[in-house]
Structures are given as C-alpha cells and as structure tokens.
C-alpha cells in the first residue's frame, strides 16, 4: 500500500504541478493500468519470468496494478485546489518541497487516504495476482481451507483476522482524516497554477515516467499478445468469446448501476447528518469487503440455501455480492464530490420554497453527476474483472471473461487464456478513459 501511495502521488504531483513534456498524454497513461487487472498482470509476468514469484515481485506487481486508485483521487483533488494557496507559501519564501508537504499535501490529503484505503482493501481480498505469483497471504490461506473443508473453522477464523485488519485501516483513515470541513463557496482563481519548473530534471522525471509505464503496461500487453500469437494450447471458438463478453458487460452496467445507487443515501447520512451512528453506518459497508470474494459468496450461498432456496445461483443473488464487495469503491467516489457541494446552496434552495426532491434535483444532483458517473464506471471496471465470487454465484451456464481466463490460466493454457485477458483490458478501457477525463475536469 506504501508503494502505491508514493508512486500515485509523486506521479500526480508531477503531472498536475511541474512542466514536464507532454503532460496530458502521461496522464492518460499512468491512467492506463486500471485497464489491466491485477490478475492479468501477474499472468504477464509470471508468463514471462517466474522471478516474480517473491515477496519483491508481488510487491511490484499489486504496486503497478493498484497505484491508479491514489493517482486518480489525487490528481482529481490537485486540479480543484486553489492554487493562490500555493503561490502565497512560495511568495513567503517556502521552497517547492516545503510547499508541498506543508501546503499541497495536506490539502489534498483526504483524496490520498481515500484512495489508499482502496488499495489497502483490495489487497486484503487480492487472490488472482498472489496465487499465480505464488504468494502465500491469507486470502490464498483461506481459500485453501474451505478447498479441504467447506466452512470450516481455521477459515472462518483468518476471515476474522481480515476484517480485523480492515477496521484497523478503517480507524487509522479515520484518525488521519480529522473532521474539518473542505467545502468551498464559489470557483477560487479561474487560472491553472504556475507549474514547478524541472530544469535539468525534466529529462530524468521523464525517463521516470516512461519506465513506470513500460513496467506496468508494456510486460503484460507483450506478454499477452505474444501468447496470444504463439500459443497453442487450445483453440478458441469465436462463440464462447462473444458469450462470455455479453455476460461481461451486462453484469458490468447493472452492478455499476446498482452499486453506484446505493451508494448515495450512505454519503448523504454521512455528510449531511454527521454524527456517531451515520459514520458507523458508512465504514460498516468496508468490513464485509475486506473479506475475499470466495467468502462472501459462500456466506451467500449458505443463507440462500437454508434461508432463500430460490435465490440460490440467480441474477439477484449475483449483483448482491457485487454490491457487499464493491460498495466502497462508489461511497469513496461519491463523497468525495458530496463533500465538495456547499450545503449552504441546498439550504437557500429550500428557503425559496423547493421540496426536498426539488433540492436534489435542481441543486444537488447537478454537482454530484460527475462524482456518480465515476463510481458506476469504478464499479462497472470491477465487477468486469471480478473472479471468485462470480465463479460461486453466477447462473448456471453464465461464463464470463475473467471465470474463462482462470480456467485457463490456472490450467497453465496461456494460449487459450490470452484473448480472454486481452478481452478483459481492451473491456476497461473505456471505463478507464472515463475515470481519466473525469478526474481532470475543471470545476471553475
């Protein structure tokens, strides 16, 4: 989590604070790794050397997939900051470093924790990446367990130990947050901020971030269109591939959709009626998803079975556990535009006689759109890439790309899974590009 926050943020300083060459185009790629899972990832590499079977490989490897959720927030947030913030600290003498961790840092800090608290649950429930790295974590350790004993009791207990380790990054985001409200009335300046000049660094900064984005992207689109070239393990029918992507996409939109709308009556409790219960209701939804997608489902499929027989392998049952899993990841997105709309707007709308839906339609809904449609295109780009609780809880017959591509990889068929991980990137890109043009656009 450590390295993905540091890459994330020293890339999104770099990009939105400094005159490197060509800045839109290296935000566009150090956008780019969302569009590749991180168990796609490690089937580059893993297919490529097994040197990356090691604690340093998996570092590397969880740290090129997952240091886009701290860019992203944090480019989003450096883009709104009033840049007279920093000119004044500069005017004062304060050097750009100084600046930075005494101004800019702590400005934008919400939108670091927010998307290190992301990376850290995702690699509390990680197993793809890790089991084709041959890392033993306690996902991999739990998985095992309910291999040889369904349900039993040392998993149940490592399942403990994460939640644990969830509500202890939960207080530490908490503590690290304050409660010191950010919301602004009005555009501040109207003019992008005066950018860091690099000087004789510029051509090192940019050697830096191409060898970032040939790490994260060039080993494992080689990797897969190599394989996808000269393997020959199976052959693919073109069927199964359409198949599999339809079921891809519409489980995509109707788990974004679905996800994204529970999402807003949580952020709306939480910041406008803050107290003890809404903040309690608000982290409740991160503990069940620090726990790996195979244990969620199987607590699904035992409630359904004994509870809900009818529910048991439905569409419905499905877009639940998408929704337990996944929730964090749009109440992140969704608050971090809810806590950026002044309240004092909504008040004067009510004053003026507008009802309460009135206020949200009129008002509220306008100013949160774009923080919505990032969360449903968040969700949409996780549930696209989701394995183990789609292998559980899918219909019967329902395939979709990633179940396609571990049955192949994990068989070591690396020809016959290339196109279905290639399907799988070339599907996140546009959620991908969305998330990229939403976290820089202007707000004055």
């Known amino acids: 989590m450590l390295t993905s926050v540091l890459v994330g943020v020293a890339g999104a300083w770099v990009v ?11 935000h566009g790629l150090l956008c780019a790794p969302l569009a590749v899972p991180a168990f796609v990832n490690g089937f580059g590499w893993v297919s490529t050397t097994h040197a990356v079977q090691s604690f340093p490989g998996a570092v590397m490897v969880v740290t090129l997939s997952y240091y886009p959720l701290v860019y ?4 989003a947030a450096l883009r709104r900051l009033d840049p007279a913030v920093e000119e004044v ?44 790295l041959n890392y033993p974590t306690l996902t991999t350790a739990i998985l095992q367990q309910y291999a040889t004993v ?8 490592l399942a403990l130990v994460l939640v644990t380790f969830c509500l202890l990054l939960l207080g530490i985001e908490v503590l690290l947050r304050g409660r010191r409200p950010r919301s602004r009335v009005g555009a501040g300046t109207s003019r992008a901020a005066t950018p860091v000049r690099l000087g004789r660094l510029r051509p ?9 984005v040939a790490w994260s992207l060039a080993v494992p689109v080689y990797a897969l269109v190599r394989w996808l070239v000269r393997g020959t393990s199976s052959g693919l029918e073109g069927g199964e591939l359409t198949s599999a992507l339809g079921n891809t996409l519409l489980l995509a939109v109707l788990g974004g959709a679905v996800t994204t709308a529970a999402a807003v009556p949580v952020v709306w409790l939480a910041v406008r009626h803050r107290g003890l219960l809404t903040t309690a209701i608000e982290r409740s939804v991160y503990t069940a998803s620090a726990m790996p997608g195979i244990v969620i489902a199987l607590a699904l499929v035992t409630v359904s079975i004994r509870v809900v027989p009818d529910l048991y392998q439905t569409l419905a049952l499905l877009l639940t556990g998408y929704l337990i ?3 964090p990841r749009a109440v992140v997105s969704v608050r971090g535009t809810f806590e950026l709309v002044p309240p004092g707007l909504e008040e004067v709308a009510r004053s003026l006689g507008c009802s309460g839906p009135e206020v949200a339609r009129r008002v509220t809904l306008p100013l949160v759109v ?13 549930v696209s890439t989701e394995l183990t609780a789609t292998l559980l809880l899918a219909p019967i017959g329902t395939e979709t790309l990633a179940t396609k591509f571990w049955s192949d990889a994990s068989s070591i068929a690396y020809g016959a899974a290339a196109p279905y991980a290639l399907a799988l990137v070339l599907l996140s890109v546009p959620s991908t590009w969305l998330l990229a043009r939403l976290s820089v656009r202007s707000d004055r």
């Open 72 to 75: 992203l927030p944090t480019v």
């Open 16 to 26: 939105e604070r400094t005159d490197v060459r060509g800045r839109g185009w290296w």
């Open 150 to 157: 369904f349900n039993g009791p040392e998993a149940t207990l």
């Open 204 to 212: 090192v900064v940019g050697a830096g971030l191409a060898a970032l």
């Open 370 to 382: 774009p923080g919505l449609a990032a969360a449903a295109a968040l969700v949409a780009l996780a």
């Open 89 to 132: 600290a500069t005017a004062l003498g304060k050097g750009p470093w100084q600046v930075f961790l005494r101004v800019t840092l702590p400005a934008v800090s919400p939108a670091v924790l927010g998307g290190a608290l992301l990376v850290g649950l995702h690699l509390l429930a990680e197993y793809g990446a890790l089991q084709l």
């Open 325 to 327: 899993l996944f929730l």
